[in-house]
């Protein structure tokens, strides 16, 4: 336990479950989709759907999609600052059958044209799981670099990942393996204790049976 367990994280209130971990999901998933935001349909489900409103959760997973902290003062003009930033932006409301009550499936399309599609849920305390990307299943804090990568589910693939990982000396904190199905799309969720290199990134994306390298930066 540390002192934030205590007394709770430094934010824009009311609330750290419905307010700054709504911010912190937001802020994660621009981080992932690499790029700004250009349009995020925003699904609420559970109780940030039924309560949401009253703690500002709307506004502030806004402030996160547009790269804003749990502490920025300007979280409550959010929608006013996306569209300055020529961010779009829409609200509705989802059924996640066996996810957290406070969670939200956000589909995003980046500047650049690149989609990503996140469900993310807010824990308490600022705590939040990013539960699924692009329908597959994830769970990880946002609080490590983070690696993610989508490949067939082939032999090798994790020696080809967890080599290059030890010739650039970073160290794997926690690794996850999901697949779809035997033979079918799988993805590896990597929280590491060091940054990875943007050129180690590259090398990934060229590799044979792997669909898509997705990477979570704390810088």
Known sequence: MNIFDIIGPVMVGPSSSHTA??????????????????KAEILLHGSFLATGKGHGTQ???VAGLLGMQTDDIRIPESFELAKKCGMEFSFG????????????QLNLTGVDGRYLEIIGESVG???INIASIDGLSANFSGDNPTLIVHNQ???GHVAEVTSMLSHKSVN????QLYRA??????VMILE?????????IKWLMKLEGVNKVTYYSLK
């Open 21 to 38: 971990g709504a911010v912190k999901i937001g802020y994660v998933s621009r981080k992932l989709l690499g790029e700004d935001v250009k």
């Open 59 to 61: 506004f502030a997973l």
């Open 93 to 104: 409301e989802i059924n996640l059958k066996n996810y957290h009550p406070n969670s939200v």
């Open 125 to 127: 305390g600022s705590i």
């Open 153 to 155: 589910d082939q032999p």
């Open 172 to 175: 794997i904190a926690s690794m």
């Open 181 to 186: 199905n035997r033979g079918g799309d799988a």
């Open 192 to 200: 590491c204790d060091q940054e990875i290199p943007e050129e180690s």
